[in-house]
């Protein structure tokens, strides 16, 4: 088990509506990184929190956007959902900003688009 | 940017074989590499990494990679695999100093071992 805790894990909503997925990093981390793994896909890196600044970002569209709280905890908001955006969100935390450390991934959230 | 292929998405063994998985990428300069395990029903779990130094590295559960720059690769490999290795394997790979652009996956390896 990692430290890193994710809700809901399971989701199903509408096309067109708005989610908001929460993740809690492993305690002592300040790095939050959330990633959608489509089915039979690696995840693909969606965006980066770092003392609750974004400071990287994927190839997504702005529809998708994200808030690290001072606690580190963060949340991934994705708006005006589409069929595609069916997937497994995961969330990972490590103890700083650069990636020369191991990440360590929640179990993640599955959202379903009907 | 970034990629990573991973040769084999379906791979199917007996207990006590050896197992090999490929995975190259591409981007020329200093990368960061990992190999991640996703067990049916689990988080992602690190395997191994290499940073820098020994070009073969171990990780847990007996598994170890070899890293050859020349090629671009970084292949996981156990001598003799056991049924609880069945899971879903992931190549990844980051560069450093580009830590905020995240951790770039293979599509991965469906590993199935049969007793």
């Known amino acids: 088990e990692t430290g890193v805790t994710q809700s809901p894990t399971h989701l199903i909503k509408t096309r067109g509506q708005q989610v908001t997925l929460r993740c809690s990093s492993q305690s002592g981390h300040n790095t939050v990184s959330w990633y959608q793994q489509a089915l039979g896909q690696g995840p693909q890196f969606i965006f980066q929190y770092y003392r609750e600044e974004e400071n990287g970002r994927g190839n997504f569209p702005p529809r998708f956007s994200g808030l690290q709280f001072p606690n580190y905890s963060s949340e991934l908001n994705v708006n005006a959902l589409e069929l595609d955006d069916s997937a497994l969100y995961l969330c990972?935390?490590?103890?700083?900003?650069?990636?020369?450390?191991?990440?360590?991934f929640g179990q993640g959230t599955r959202l379903t688009v009907v | 940017a970034q990629s990573v292929s991973q040769h084999n998405h379906h791979v199917i063994l007996s207990e006590a074989a050896s197992l090999e998985l490929g995975c190259n990428y591409s981007?020329?300069?200093?990368?960061?590499l990992f190999w991640y395990v996703q067990y049916p029903g689990q988080h992602l779990q690190l395997l191994l990494k290499y940073f820098s130094g020994d070009p073969l590295v171990k990780g847990i559960k007996g598994f170890e990679a070899e890293f050859i720059k020349s090629k671009f690769s970084f292949n996981l490999r156990k001598p003799s695999v056991q049924w609880s290795d069945t899971a879903e394997y992931f190549c990844a790979v980051n560069a450093p100093g580009g830590g905020a652009d995240g951790l770039t996956f293979g599509k991965g390896t469906h590993l199935i071992i049969q007793p």
């Open positions: 981007y020329g300069g200093t990368v960061n």
């Open positions: 990972a935390s490590s103890p700083s900003g650069q990636m020369n450390t191991e990440a360590f």
